[in-house]
T-cell receptor, first 115, second 115 residues
């Protein structure tokens, strides 16, 4: 069984300040983890993914995430928020279940960026 | 351009009137799926398909049907829509379900309102 918990439904930051979006997962097997971003009235776009290579993963638009097995976490960070980062962010976990890898989505974190 | 195309983008219908939301991908992907997105609940999987003529239920299949007669198309059918099916729907595809690091590509979404 697998699950993913996004710890904050909303995160509010000022432009130019750091961003931290938190994600914890549970999984019976070694997981793959993804972060997707959804801008208003748009589909989901892949930001980055962890697939058991380097634990620090760099994605698009200056985002990165660190896989911490001991903490079962995959938090998303960015050093300096931009107004265009305002969007909904989803953490996704995939593990093997009967030979296939059905993804499970978190409930999403809405990032609000103030000028 | 690689893409997943959903139609229509917006739909308002009445209770009980059958409707179909189409989804098409041009990437020769094996795996396709449908999700619904509701506030505070994230994305929940309705149905998925691992290949032509192979479909299976996701987490919330009640009230929905799908078919996969061709690799590129995966329509979502609501035989008798009800107001609780008012939601934002996303179609997604990926190369295959096998392989942890396979990312999903999403359509732009269909906003359905059932009155």
């Amino acid at each position: 069984a697998q699950s993913v918990t996004q710890l904050d439904s909303h995160v509010s930051v000022s432009e130019g300040t750091p961003v931290l979006l938190r994600c914890n997962y549970s999984s019976s097997y070694s997981p793959s983890l993804f972060w997707y971003v959804q801008h208003p009235n748009k589909g989901l776009q892949l930001l980055l993914k962890y697939t058991s290579a380097a634990t620090l993963v760099k994605g698009i638009n200056g985002f990165e995430a660190e896989f911490k097995k001991s903490e079962t976490s995959f938090h998303l960070t960015k050093p300096s928020a931009h107004m265009s980062d305002a969007a909904e962010y989803f953490c996704v976990v995939r593990t093997s279940s009967g030979g296939s890898y059905i993804p499970t989505f978190g409930r999403g974190t809405s990032l609000i960026v103030h000028p | 351009e690689a893409q997943v195309t959903q139609n229509p983008r917006y739909l308002i219908t009445v209770t009980g009137k059958k409707l179909t939301v189409t989804c098409s991908q041009n990437m020769n992907h094996e795996y396709m799926s449908w999700y619904r997105q509701d506030p505070g609940l994230g994305l929940r999987q309705i149905y998925y398909s691992m290949n032509v003529e192979v479909t299976d239920k996701g987490d919330v299949p009640e009230g929905y049907k799908v078919s996969r007669k061709e690799k590129r198309n995966f329509p979502l059918i609501l035989e008798s829509p009800s107001p609780n099916q008012t939601s934002l729907y996303f179609c997604a595809s990926s190369l295959s379900l096998q392989g942890l690091n396979t990312e999903a590509f999403f359509g732009q979404g269909t906003r359905l309102t059932v009155v």
